[in-house]
Structures are given as C-alpha cells and as structure tokens.
C-alpha cells in the first residue's frame, strides 16, 4: 500500500473454502468398531490426514483396509501405553478395550491403556499443542440412581469390583484430561457414549446387540442375562461419529452425554431381534454377571443445546444395516 500499511488478511471466515489447512489427525483405537467408522468419516474430507495408532487387541487392520495405502492415511502398529512421537493438530483417544469380556480378559492391562494411554495422549497433545478428544463412557454413572443419566450426576460406581478397570479406568482418564487442561492450559473435549451398535461390531465380543445378531443369524437362542428387565439405550454408530466430530470442532470441553434415548429392556431387545431377523429362534434366560447396570439412559439435552446434535436412526432401522454386515461376515444368505 502507498501508505505503507499490510493489506488487511482475506477473512478466514469469508475465504475458507479456500483457506482451510490441512488438519492432521490421530485417531487412536482406529481400527477398532467405533474408530474404524471415524476414520471413513475423516477420510471424506480431502483436507485431512488421518493417523491410526492401534495394537490391535480387539480391533482389526481389516476394519481400515480400504484405507491402506491412501496418501492421505497412515496406521501404525502402537500400543498407547508406550510414548508416541506424532506431529498432529487433533486427537481422537479411543483406544481401549469396549466389551466387558475383553477389558475384564487383563484389567491390569485395562487400567494401564485408560490410565498412561491417556496420560500419553496428553503428554503429546501438551507437546504438539494438539486439540484432545476422550471417549468416555456411560460406564462412569455405574449403576446409576439418577435415571436418565446428565452430565452433572456423579454416579455410583464400585472402585473394586470386577467392572471397575474400566469403570475407574475412565472416570481416571476424565480426571487427567481436566487437570491437563486446567494446569497446562490443553484444548480438551470429553464424549460419554452410551452403548453404540453397527456394522464391523466385533461378531463374538459379547455385547448384547452383536451376541443377539449373531445368535439370530446362526440359528441359536438367544440368551438373555437375568432378569432381562434391564434396560439400555442404543445408539447407531453414524449418529456416534457425528456426534463426535461435531464435539471435537465445537468449543465445548464436555463432558457431553452422546448416545440414544430410545431405552429398552434387554429382554425387549431380544424380542425385536428375533421377529427382525428369525421367528424361529428361541430366547433364554442365563445368568448375569456381577455389578450389571439395571438402567441406563441418557439425557441429551447439552448435546442438543452445545452441539445440535440428536440421533437420527431408530433402533429399527439400524438393527438391519448391522445384520446386513453380520450375514456379509457369517456367511449367512437371508432366506427368501
Ligand atoms: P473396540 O474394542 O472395537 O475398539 C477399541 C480399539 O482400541 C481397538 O481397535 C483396540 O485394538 C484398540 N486398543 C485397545 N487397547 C489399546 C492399546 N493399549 N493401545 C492401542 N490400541 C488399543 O471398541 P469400540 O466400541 O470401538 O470403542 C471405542 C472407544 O469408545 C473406547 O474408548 C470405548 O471405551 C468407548 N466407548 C464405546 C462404547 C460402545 O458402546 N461401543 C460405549 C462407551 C464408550
Ligand atoms: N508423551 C508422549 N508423546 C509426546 C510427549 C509426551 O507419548 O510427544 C508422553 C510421555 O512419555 C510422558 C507423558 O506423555 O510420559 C506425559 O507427558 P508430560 O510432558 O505431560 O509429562 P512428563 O514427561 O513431564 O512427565
Ligand atoms: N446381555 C445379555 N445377553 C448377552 C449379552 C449381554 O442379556 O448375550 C445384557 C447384559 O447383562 C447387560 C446388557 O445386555 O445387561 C448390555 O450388555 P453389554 O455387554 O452389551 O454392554 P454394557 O453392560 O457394557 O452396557
């Protein structure tokens, strides 16, 4: 300029089509069920790259195989107990066994990925100056005496009990990710997922939606742990990643409650499945294992305050596209 002033800079709101940096993203846990499904959403972005750092304990390099290759992918075989030297702008902390048989198999184990993995995280995120996002749980509630669950409820968890390397696990990492951000000034977001069901489940984890499917598709009973009132919510795994990526961009730390407040007794559950899937099968009553939740439902309203951000699949609707991918997997034909 002839006055010698720098033109002003394009705004970035105006121009950013045009503008937008690439983000470097790390997702870890990214071959797993949920991460996988992140990372596919990521992708489509073609200014993202996108990291995955998984050990694969109960994920799988099939789940991102699609991926491999990609000039804008990478995977990295890393357990995130151990240090982690990545340049990043964002992380997405998933890594951590979901399945109750499988963060019950080694909770020492268990306790270590919630507590050092995430202690790792933030140690690199404090390093980069990276954006962190955990994903906590439902599980934090315990047994909950509030129904439905918001955020503000403390919940009612055993410390000692054979849930509680992942209970306390989590409710650890909550901790940890409040003190990085109030002591060393880190961008943090905290997600509660309530439990989520879709394709690419782990077909013998478990859980009660993929046992259910699985069961159903082979023909089998279908077992319900007593007393079967029980209830949960479940959420469709798009909904999910939606829902985290709108957390992770948005500007606030959470802890936000992402789940469906659709809530069904298992026993309900089973009955759903059975007439989607095969009318035939029976269901049966089996025992429980120690310290079940007897209710669990979430209280969205912050997600649809804060984020915009509501479920859009019914458990019907979902309930086929993951029993699609279960026969795929199976190699099970729907008869005609
Ligand atoms: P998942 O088991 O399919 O995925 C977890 C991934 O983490 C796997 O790929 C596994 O190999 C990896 N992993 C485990 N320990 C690791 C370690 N030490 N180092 C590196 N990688 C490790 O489970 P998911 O359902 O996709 O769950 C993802 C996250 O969401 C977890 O943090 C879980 O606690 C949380 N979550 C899930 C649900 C749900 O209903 N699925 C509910 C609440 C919270
Ligand atoms: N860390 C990591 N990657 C990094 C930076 C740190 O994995 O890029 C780990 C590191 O191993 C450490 C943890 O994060 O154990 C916490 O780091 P922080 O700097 O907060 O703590 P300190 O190293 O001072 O104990
Ligand atoms: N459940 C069941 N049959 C199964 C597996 C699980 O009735 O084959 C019940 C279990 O007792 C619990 C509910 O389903 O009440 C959800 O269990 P899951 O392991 O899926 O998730 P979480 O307990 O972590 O919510």
Known sequence: NQDGKQPPL??????????????RILITGGAGFIGSHLVDRLMENEKNEVIVADNYFTGSKDNIKHWIGHPR?????????????????????????ASPIYYKYNPV???????????????????????????????VYGDPLVHPQPETYWGNVNPNGVRSCYDEGKRVAETL???????????????????????????????????????????????????GSQTR????????????????EGSDT?????????????????????????????????????????QRKPDI????????????????DGLPLMEDDFRKRLGVAKAK
Not at 233 to 248: A, N, P, Q, T, W
Not at 269 to 285: C, S
């Open 10 to 23: 394009p705004s970035p709101l105006r121009f950013s089509k045009f503008f937008q940096p690439n983000m």
């Open 73 to 97: 992918f990478e995977l990295i075989r890393h357990d995130v107990t151990e240090t982690l030297l990545v340049e990043v702008d964002r992380i997405y902390h998933l890594a951590c066994p």
């Open 109 to 139: 184990k268990t306790i270590k990925t919630n507590v050092i993995g995430t202690l790792n995280m933030l140690g690199l995120a404090k390093r980069v100056g990276a954006r962190i996002l955990l994903t906590s749980t439902s599980e």
């Open 177 to 227: 990710m409040f003190d990085y951000h109030r002591q060393h000034g880190i961008e943090i977001r905290v997600a509660r997922i309530f439990n989520t069901y879709g394709p690419r489940m782990n077909i013998d984890d478990g859980r009660v939606v993929s046992n259910f499917i699985a069961q159903a598709i082979r023909g089998e009973s279908l077992t319900v742990q007593s007393p």
């Open 233 to 248: 919510s479940f959420c469709y795994v798009s909904d999910l990643v939606d829902g985290l990526i709108r957390l992770m």
């Open 254 to 294: 959470g802890p936000i409650n992402l789940g469906n407040p659709g809530e069904f007794t298992v026993l309900e559950l089973a009955q759903t499945v059975k007439e989607l899937i095969n009318p035939a099968v029976e269901i049966k009553t089996v025992d429980n294992t120690p310290d079940d939740p007897k």
């Open 301 to 316: 309203t912050k997600a649809k305050e804060v984020l915009g951000w509501e479920p859009k699949f019914a458990l019907k």
